[in-house]
């Protein structure tokens, strides 16, 4: 089963939420709504708000697993679908 990892960056100058796996064109939409996407493969990354991607998400059927400190401003969410 497929999971994500979402790094979100709490500091004002690096603000954004990256994810580690493929993405449907329903987050994409997501993602792009405020943001931007890394070239060459790398994650795509957003300034949309962690819960606006969180949403389309679970959306697509994936829960949060696992939330933990990633550094003094950065959280990592762990989700899981099915």
Known sequence: MAHYIIV???MPSSRRTEIDGPVSPHV???LDCKGLNHPGGQP???EATP???LNALADDGYRIIAV???GSNHNMWTLHRG
Request: net charge positive; glycine share 0%.
């Open 51 to 53: 819960a606006t991607v």
């Open 44 to 46: 795509p990354w957003t």
């Open 8 to 10: 979100t960056s709490n």
């Open 28 to 30: 994409r939409a997501a």
């Open 68 to 70: 933990c400190a990633h």
